[in-house]
T-cell receptor, first 113, second 110 residues
Framework: EAGVTQFPSHSVIEKGQTVTLRCDPI?????LYWYRRVMGKEIKFLLH????????ESGMPNNRFLAERTGGTYSTLKVQPAELEDSGVYFC???????????FGQGTRLTVV | GENVEQHPSTLSVQEGDSAVIKCTYS??????FPWYKQELGKRPQLIID?????GEKKDQRIAVTLNKTAKHFSLHITETQPEDSAVYFC?????????FGTGTRLKVLA
């Protein structure tokens, strides 16, 4: 079974530019989550999709962040325009049901310079 | 708001000794508590989890205990080995959202 995959693994962009992160969840997993870890801090919840619908986006920092999951398969997280404080590792995870194991991707390390 | 406190932030133990990591959560409705291990450059992977209807769970050298009254849960690793060196994250969840702790960097010294 293929795991959760994320692209790219690393991204270095200048402040003000746009970056789009992609997540391919495990096939059949309706639940998809985005998390972010800023250096040395907790892995913080950003948002949750059930299929193509956003169930909870309370963790999104501001309106520079836009997540989509068209068709309920893969998801993208766009940051536009990027700021220095957006640097961190962005993790995607998926699960089959609520309250079951969430499988994580390897993360995308975003550096904004 | 919901939060999870995790201690210690770093932990060094001699190979063969035990390691204990402790977490405290704030949301009394949390009912699922997974522990993830993240090795350098790799993805976080679930190593053990516990639900709120049990107090303890073991899997070989790893055990987790849960005290719902105190809202504490702990990870215990016995007979530590160098390959146990990693960052460990606890989380508390109800429904779908995981609230993670800040992580514990465990170093097992050979």
């Amino acid at each position: 079974e293929a795991g959760v995959t994320q692209f790219p693994s690393h991204s270095v962009i200048e402040k003000g530019q746009t970056v789009t992160l992609r997540c391919d969840p495990i096939s059949g997993h309706d639940n998809l989550y985005w998390y972010r870890r800023v250096m040395g801090k907790e892995i913080k919840f950003l948002l949750h999709f059930v299929k193509e619908s956003k169930q909870d986006e309370s963790g999104m920092p501001n309106n520079r962040f836009l997540a989509e999951r068209t068709g309920g398969t893969y998801s993208t997280l766009k940051v536009q325009p990027a700021e220095l404080e957006d640097s961190g590792v962005y993790f995607c995870a998926s699960s089959q049901d609520h309250g079951t194991e969430a499988f994580f991707g390897q993360g995308t390390r975003l550096t904004v310079v | 708001g919901e939060n999870v406190e995790q201690h210690p932030s770093t932990l060094s133990v001699q190979e063969g000794d035990s390691a204990v990591i402790k977490c405290t959560y704030s949301d009394s409705a949390s009912n699922y508590f997974p522990w993830y291990k993240q090795e350098l450059g790799k993805r976080p992977q679930l190593i053990i989890d516990i639900r709120s209807n049990v107090g303890e769970k073991k899997d070989q050298r790893i055990a987790v205990t849960l005290n719902k009254t105190a809202k504490h849960f702990s990870l215990h690793i016995t007979e530590t080995q160098p390959e146990d060196s990693a960052v460990y994250f606890c989380a508390a969840s109800r429904a779908y959202k995981y609230i993670f702790g800040t992580g514990t960097r465990l170093k097992v010294l050979a």
